[in-house]
């Protein structure tokens, strides 16, 4: 957590308009034709009609992306005042908040220090603003060279941010400072070339830096053999890259439940021999994306120390069109004996998951839930800002979808209709990984739902129930910034776990 690039996060009980900065963000909202500022800005009702006269003056509208600038404002410290747009909408209060200090963030790139005034108020508000203005402030220039390091711009120095009391500071900012690093590392590890990010790299990586709360182990190839995981090491063998397996362990002591966690980590798709269209590997580097909001969150719940038992695991493999690449028509063995025919090589993510669903589920946790950029299909079904929630428990679909869509991790829940299993029967194995074209988000889960143990033996035994979020849309954003979502990984996933974690520890 020590990034120079980071912003420093401060919370805060002054009033806005007395602290020294270099720029201070207030939001407004337009009603009747008329922009005023949010309520309870924290600042005098003289410099509050003067931002107000200014933004008529000026043709302000307050829509969500905008951001009007104003200088010499009476009453204010800070020698910049920024005005942003307080988006509407269905998203949650916290959620607009963010977005907003996002973009106030982005419009103060380079600068020192801002004060955000929002109209937040209490710890969880003033949690989010901090939130939205440090992700805001993100940017990713590990890989600029000569040609770009001396116009390189930092993002925001420090966000202060007020309408939190003295005594609330302290747990305020520890939790906005473990979700945004999360969300940080997840932005970077997926930001990542891909020469640079590899299976054995990206263990080294999330080993190297998990705290000692996290007990970490790495399976390489030769293990994974020898514990049968067949489908991690088929899509694996086309690459001299070996594979990798990491499980993730945090276990405080207290703990009564424990939540297992599955990310897909591929690391670069080519499609194998099914060969992607040149154009559609470009981001192919993100779909390690799953495997990096499971190790993020991990360290977030163990910087919270929340008291749940986590267990990730972390299904590592560049998927590739070597020698010894998988086939069309190969038959592999899983963990746990069952065999799948390969039809799709470029539907390589869920045959890595279902190795580790049979490992989450040999544990018998009291949930598992899995991330993946799983299918294209969920991308045609929720556009590319929502993910899609499906699973075998609606109770825990249902807890899901609420939590992330509080969290500010858009979700929406799909169905799994029970005609879509036997369309996964092949009279040359257990089953096969793919099913008829349509529905794809739909057949993907349904797969990986046949992986998912009970708890206890015997078929009468309770299924665990489990919960598969396919972030495909949401994890990667080619288009124009938006919010605190720059260009390039978003880190979309992560909330919606810490926050699943913090409900399950009560």
């Not at 402030?137 to 116009?151: L, N, P, Q």
Request: aromatic share 4%; proline share 5%; charged share 20%.
């Amino acid at each position: 957590m020590g990034d120079p690039r980071s912003t420093t996060i401060t919370l805060t009980d002054q009033a806005p308009g007395s602290i020294e900065a270099d720029a201070l963000v207030v939001a407004a909202t337009k009603n009747d034709g008329a922009v005023r500022l949010v309520a309870d800005h924290g600042l005098d009702a003289e410099t509050a009609g003067h931002v107000e006269e200014a933004l008529a003056a000026l043709g302000a509208e307050a829509g969500a992306e905008e951001a009007t600038r104003l200088v010499g404002v009476p009453g204010v410290s800070a020698g910049l005042v920024v005005v942003v747009g307080m988006p509407s909408g269905r998203a949650s209060r916290a959620e607009r908040l963010r977005r907003a200090a996002g973009v106030g963030s982005r419009a103060l790139a380079g600068r020192g220090r801002a004060v955000l005034a929002l109209g937040q108020s209490g710890p969880e508000e003033a949690a989010a603003v901090a939130q939205g203005a440090a992700l805001g402030a993100y940017t990713f220039v590990e890989y600029h060279g000569v040609g770009k390091a001396a116009s390189t711009r930092p993002g925001l120095g420090e966000a202060v941010v007020t309408g939190v009391s003295a005594d609330e500071v302290e747990a305020a900012t520890a939790d906005a400072v473990a979700v945004t690093e999360a969300v940080r590392w997840v932005r970077d590890l997926v930001n990542t070339p891909p020469n640079q990010l590899y299976p054995e790299s990206f263990a080294e990586t999330v080993t190297g830096r998990l705290s000692d709360a996290v007990e970490t182990e790495v399976w390489d190839p030769a293990r994974l053999e020898q514990e049968g995981c067949g489908g991690i090491l088929g899509v694996g063998q086309g690459s001299g890259r070996g594979p990798r397996l990491v499980t993730l362990r945090y276990a405080p002591e207290g703990a009564t439940t424990h939540l297992a966690l599955v990310g897909k980590g591929i690391t670069f798709d080519s499609g194998g021999l099914c060969l992607k269209p040149g154009a559609s590997m470009v981001t192919m580097k993100m779909d390690m994306a799953g495997a990096a909001v499971c190790a993020a969150a991990v360290e977030a719940i163990a910087a919270l120390g929340l008291p749940v038992r986590v267990t990730a695991y972390l299904c590592l493999a560049e998927n590739m069109t070597g020698d010894l690449a998988q086939r069309p028509g190969d038959v592999v063995t899983m963990r746990g004996g069952r065999t799948v025919e390969i039809i799709n090589t470029d539907a390589e993510g869920r045959l890595v998951m279902a190795d580790g669903l049979v490992l989450a589920s040999e544990q018998e946790p009291d949930a598992i839930v899995d991330v993946a950029t799983l299918t294209g299909a969920c991308i045609i079904a929720l556009g590319e800002r929502t993910l899609g929630v499906m699973g075998n428990d609606e109770e825990l679909i249902a807890k899901v979808t609420r939590l992330a869509n509080e969290a500010g991790d858009t979700a929406w829940p799909l169905p799994m209709p029970e005609e879509i299993r036997p369309t996964l029967d092949t009279p040359v194995a257990d089953l096969k990984h793919t099913g008829e074209r349509s529905a794809g988000a739909s057949v993907a889960a349904t797969f990986l739902q046949e992986f998912v143990g009970r708890r206890g033996e015997g078929d009468d035994a309770p299924v665990i129930p489990w919960a598969h979020l396919d972030i495909a849309g949401p994890a990667f954003n080619e288009k124009t910034p938006w919010g605190y979502q720059p260009k390039g990984a978003t880190g979309a996933g992560v909330r919606a776990v810490v926050a699943l974690a913090r409900d399950l520890a009560g």
